[in-house]
């Protein structure tokens, strides 16, 4: 069986799946941290593979940008692939003067103005909410590898433009201390389909300080979040 946008067959795709937003940044992941990794998608080029981790079975897949698309990707793995666990691992600007770049941020919950969960189920919630088993998983790993890590509320905007520049009804109204595209999405879908999700995130860039990172310096960040991710996996 395959879907509009998956064409893996049921049983290729671990139980647990980690889900950068860049599918060039699974085909990394998978070649560089899983052992035998085999490509199960490559429809619209949206990377996803199955390896091995320490013996372990885990797949990697791109989830595109915003939360239209991990919508869709995430709702298929859950529902027609038998995917128990998504661990979303991405980047996020930051809208909290206490956030650096680089800082590694796991979501407590996340908050939207987004009308997706809405849309999807009739759940009129702006605040959607990750697995707390996957997050004390995801705490007792960053613990064991000397890892900082701080929980936040994020915010999953449906704009990365913004003609108005203030971040303050996002950072002091709703208390939002980073912003990214896609957790709402993925944290409604585990809920309504009974399943588990949680979003590690790297700061990217700062909305107070403005502070950016290269994409060299993203990439090496990066490896920090991934080894937290997969030993939670
Ligand atoms: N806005 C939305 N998503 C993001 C940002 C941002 O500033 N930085 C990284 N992902």
């Known amino acids: 069986m395959s879907t509009p946008h998956n064409s893996a067959s049921v049983g290729e ?3 647990t799946v980690l889900m950068p937003g860049d599918p ?4 990394f992941i998978a070649e560089t941290f899983l052992e035998n990794p085999v490509r199960f998608n490559a429809v619209r080029n949206m990377f996803g593979y199955t390896g091995t981790y320490k013996g372990k079975k885990i797949s990697v897949m791109g989830s595109g940008m915003g939360m239209p ?5 995430s709702y298929e793995l859950f529902k027609f692939y038998g995917v128990e666990n998504i661990i979303r691992i991405g980047t996020a600007g930051a809208y909290s003067p206490k956030l650096d770049v680089f800082d590694t941020v796991l979501a407590k919950d996340c908050w939207s103005e987004s009308t997706y969960a809405l849309v999807q189920s009739g759940d009129t919630s702006d605040i959607q909410t990750p697995s707390e088993e996957l997050n004390e998983r995801i ?3 960053a613990k064991s590898l000397g890892i900082p890590l701080t929980l936040g509320r994020v915010h999953s905007s449906d704009v990365f433009y913004h003609e108005d520049s203030s971040i303050d009804d996002f ?3 709703h208390g939002c201390d980073v912003v990214e595209m896609e957790s709402f999405a993925l944290f409604h879908n585990a809920k309504v389909l009974g399943k588990h999700a949680a979003c590690l995130i790297t700061v990217s860039d700062s909305l107070v300080t403005h ?3 290269t994409p060299e ?5 990066f490896t920090n979040m991934m080894k937290v991710a997969l030993e939670a996996a």
């Open 13 to 15: 795709i671990a139980k």
């Open 24 to 27: 060039l940044r699974a085909q």
């Open 69 to 73: 698309s991990i919508g869709i990707y």
């Open 217 to 221: 310096e993203r990439q090496k960040s």
């Open 211 to 213: 502070k950016e990172t």
């Open 171 to 173: 950072y002091v109204n």
């Open 139 to 141: 705490m007792t790993a």
